[in-house]
């Protein structure tokens, strides 16, 4: 039988992203209109619209992170046709561990499956993955005194990706760290208007500010 040869510049209307023009990384689909972006790219364009950047449908009212799913096969797909794409995402992100002198995660690797009739199913082969303890994206704000002015450092990214299990506490002691805080600063650490404590896990936070805005969204009146 014949093959046929595809240019991959064919299938890059299906593989690039339509944020950032790269080709897909950690491939998120959004579940109302079915358009795919990266996972940061998605999530940072949440931030100031509840809209698809692609097609304008309004994903959700208040809460569009709620209708996004992680496409698993899509990113096997762009990893098995760019090549060294999977080994240059692997790079940056142990070189992101290495400079936090964290330990770096082990690959995930894919168990095999078997059928009813009892053979082995093929699946795609092993790919590298963001860790997928790193399950809460942070959008850091400054508000106080104007940047540039005290005795500290403006923050470099906004964009941080950290564990559902993590604290406030551990936050503060990040933004500490990063942006060079004396012992004497006071910090304080807001979202939607709340004040958290220190003892306040992110995920619990996440869940929490989503019950309050679907309680919003329902006592509405119609």
Do not use: W
């Not at 209307?13 to 998120?28: E, H, R, V």
């Not at 795919?36 to 994903?59: A, D, E, L, Q």
């Not at 709620?66 to 096969?73: A, G, T, W």
């Amino acid at each position: 039988m014949a093959q046929h040869m595809i240019n991959l510049a064919d299938l890059n209307p299906y593989i690039l992203c339509s944020i950032c023009k790269g080709y897909l990384i950690d491939a998120t689909t959004i579940t109302e209109c079915l358009h795919t972006f990266c996972k940061s790219c998605i999530v940072r364009h949440f931030y100031y619209s509840n809209r698809c950047p692609k097609c304008n449908v309004v994903v959700h009212q208040t809460q569009p992170l709620y209708n996004i799913r992680l496409d698993r096969q899509l990113q096997d797909i762009v990893f098995k046709l760019v090549v060294n794409l999977e080994e240059r995402e692997k790079t940056q992100m142990f070189n992101f561990y290495k400079e936090r002198g964290l330990e770096m995660p082990k690959p995930v690797v894919t168990q095999p499956v078997t059928t009813a009739r009892g053979r082995p199913k093929k699946l795609f082969g092993p790919v590298f993955r963001i860790p997928p303890e790193l399950d809460v994206s942070l959008l850091l704000e400054f508000i106080g005194a104007d940047e540039g002015t005290g005795s500290f450092k403006p923050l470099e990214k906004k964009f941080v990706r950290v564990s559902g299990e993590a604290t406030i506490g551990h936050v503060e002691k990040f933004l500490r760290r990063k942006m060079e805080l004396a012992t004497t600063c006071q910090v304080d650490i807001i979202c939607a208007d709340h004040l958290l404590e220190h003892y306040q896990t992110l995920r619990d936070i996440l869940a929490e500010i989503g019950k309050r805005a679907l309680q919003e969204v329902n006592n509405e009146p119609s």
